[in-house]
């Protein structure tokens, strides 16, 4: 919900594009809804007489046409370039890796070097463990037909396309659960396609996979 | 048999018409079907398959045999008249369209009755999940064969009206004299020619998998599932101003109209057409966002340029009404409707062209939101503006400006509740195609006042269809130019006769008929 609180540090960039954009959008559209709501107001139709015939006006047709491209080519170079460019850059070694494959109708999360393997089905949705403060790199496949992971409390999705790899890092700020969701139609128990996100210290996550999954979080 | 063997333009444009509106009946029932699923958390009045088909059907029928053949309709009445024509430059080609159109759309429909059920993988169809996950029923089939005829016809009916337009043009109608309508169609037909074949090739790729046994989409036989997307999105963008450009033509012409003002900016709105046709070829992959595989900065950048003629239009529709004489009709509330609601999403369509924005909002209720903005409350409204003001001139009878405000405001005041709390169950996280949702947050409010707000349309169209029984039955002769018009078509009978004109006024300026009525005025030469 907006305003966002973030849960990781790509969902800052996240949210201040966001935030830029939603400022900006909400400015343009005040002062639009007032010009268009201004004639009907005004100057209603009260004789028979013709209003001035003028067909256009040449200072306010170049200059709203420079100042609307004056916001747009602000807006690409300095809010979503940078931002793009911060969200999707990834570390060359992240402290974690995890192989995400998706398929009908559900996860599997498989930590390499660990015999950790978690996999749900459309009735239990199973859960991926992250560490706080650590940069886990995701390693999304798709086993079947497009799907995408997306969690909604880290304002990110990334589709899962069958035979693309997909890498992205997630670094959460914030111990909790997040819900998950697939957020591409895969058929039918795409509704049931969730998962959870669960964030916890990163000594409680090493104790947790040195454990295999067997030790349970308090 | 008249009706079934005519090539008059417009007795084909009245098929149109009505075909499109039954078409347009089913999707608003099915709308209907999926608030009533979603209204509260975890109901089961659809069974998952059900659902899928409804959504699935719901798109297909609102965009491929409503809102775009609509304006296809529209263009066949208006461009001949528009110009000085007596008909379409191939008038038995016109007919074939018509029909196609007509037959396609019952099979993509028909295809529910199928055993299996009807097409259930979203009107983008994405494989493999159209081809393997679906089966081998026959409705998915249906839905590939039924498209396809719609879109050999979409793509001959642009090759004819290009030629009406370059060639019948009336003795002294220059290009720079023609209406804002007529150019926009232009824009729209050279899009078609650009986009349609892509569409045909993808839904031919589609059934040549699924029946002659090819693996061009499927990445487990060594198909590409992001071609598919590639194919459909090349041109599922351009479709998308398919749907707004005749109607952009729509809203200057009724504003014009009852402001009784010329167009602000006429060239400027013509340049601001091709400009729009122009950079929507280059912005499909901003479909494609969050795949991973392809380039967001340069797709991201084209698609905010678009923002700039979008921008130039909306100055030129409020520059038409500045100091104007304005008189609200019915059809011109419907076009300030549109200005506000396609105002809205025009401005969330530039925040998830934005790829960090559109990596939460893509595939979420909020996109959902964006294009109901721009199609819903922006094309749809033109439609009902397009029938309030051409109706007369059409049928040769008026319609009830009283029983048409009682039209709008329901459809507005309930278009909105539907709507804008879509934005926000798409940031809390509800997808797309969803049958249920899980009781957290907003999500169980903000997914009632939707279903309460689509009830609120539906109470407004149906209203409309009592205007329709209620006028056809009092039948207040239109005469021949009820609203005091511009262009040509006001300047003959309602109807027009067989070939439109018995004699033409002369042409000096874009709006001939307005000259003829203020000689003083007029320009001479």
Known sequence: MFPFSPATTQAETLGADWFVFSVAATAVGLVVIALILAPPLLWRRRSGALPVQNAGHRVVELGSTLTATAIVVGLFFFATLPHERAVDATVASPDEVVNVTAFRWSWRFAYPGTPVTIVGTPMTEPELVLPLGKTTEIDLRSADVQHSFWVPGFLFKRDAVPGILNRFDLTPTRVGDFEGVCAQFCGLDHTHMRFRVHVVPAEAFARWISSGNRKRFS | ?525
């Open chain 2, 1 to 525: 048999m008249n009706w079934l063997t005519s090539t008059d333009h417009k007795h084909i444009a009245r098929l149109y018409f009505l075909s499109t509106f039954v078409f347009f009946g089913v999707a608003g029932i099915l709308a209907m079907l999926i608030r009533a699923q979603l209204a509260q958390p975890g109901l089961t009045l659809l069974s998952p398959h059900a659902y899928d088909q409804v959504f699935t059907l719901h798109g297909t029928a609102m965009i491929f045999l409503f809102i775009a053949p609509f304006g296809i309709g529209l263009a066949n009445f208006l461009v001949p008249l528009q110009i000085g024509a007596p008909d379409m430059a191939f008038p038995r080609l016109n007919a074939t369209s018509v029909w196609m159109f007509i037959f396609g759309g019952i099979i993509v429909l028909a295809g529910a009755a199928a055993s299996g059920g009807g097409a259930s993988a979203g009107w983008s169809g994405y494989a493999p999940l159209s081809e393997i996950e679906i089966g081998t029923g026959a409705g998915q089939d249906l839905w590939i064969i039924g498209l396809l005829m719609v879109s050999v016809s979409t793509i001959l009916t642009a090759i004819n009206l290009l030629v009406t337009v370059l060639v019948y043009r009336a003795p002294g109608m220059t290009m720079w004299r023609m209406p804002i309508f007529t150019w926009e169609i232009v824009a729209t037909a050279l899009m078609i020619l650009m986009a349609f074949p892509s569409l045909t090739a993808a839904l031919a790729g589609l059934l040549i998998d699924r029946r002659l046994g090819g693996h061009l989409f499927d990445p487990s036989t060594g198909g590409s599932a992001i071609l598919y997307e590639h194919l459909f999105w090349f041109f599922g963008h351009p479709e998308v101003y398919v749907m707004i450009l005749p109607y952009f033509g729509v809203i200057t012409e009724v504003i014009a109209t009852f402001s009784r003002k010329p167009v602000f900016g006429y060239v400027g709105l013509v340049l601001a057409a091709f400009a729009i046709a122009g950079l929507s070829m280059g912005v499909w992959a901003h479909h494609l966002f969050t795949t991973g595989a392809v380039a967001n900065p340069f797709f991201s950048g084209v698609s905010f340029l678009i923002a700039i003629p979008t921008g130039i239009k909306f100055v030129n529709w409020i520059g038409t009404m500045w100091r104007g004489s304005l008189e609200l009709t019915t059809a011109m509330l419907f076009a300030l409707g549109f200005m506000l609601n396609f105002l809205l999403g025009g401005l969330t369509g530039i925040l998830i062209a934005s790829p960090p924005i559109d990596y939460q909002a893509h595939d979420s209720y909020f996109v959902v939101a964006h294009f109901h903005y721009t199609l819903g409350g922006g094309s749809m409204f033109a439609v009902f503006a397009a029938i309030f003001f051409w109706f007369p001139k059409v049928y040769g009878f008026r319609l009830s400006e009283r029983l048409g405000k009682w039209t709008f405001w329901p459809m507005f005041i309930g278009f909105n509740l539907t709507f804008l709390p879509m934005h926000l169950s798409g940031l809390e996280g509800m997808p797309r195609r969803v049958e249920t949702y899980p009781a957290i947050g907003h999500l169980p409010l903000l997914n009632l006042l939707s279903s309460l707000g689509t009830a609120i349309i539906a109470s407004g169209v149906v209203i409309f269809l009592v205007n329709l029984v209620l006028s056809a039955r009092a039948r207040v002769p239109a005469g021949d130019d009820p609203w005091g018009g511009f262009t040509l078509e006001w300047a003959t009978s309602s109807p027009p006769p067989e070939f439109n004109f018995k004699e033409l006024p002369s042409i000096r300026s874009e709006r001939p008929a307005f000259d003829a009525r203020h000689p003083e005025i007029a320009p001479t030469r």
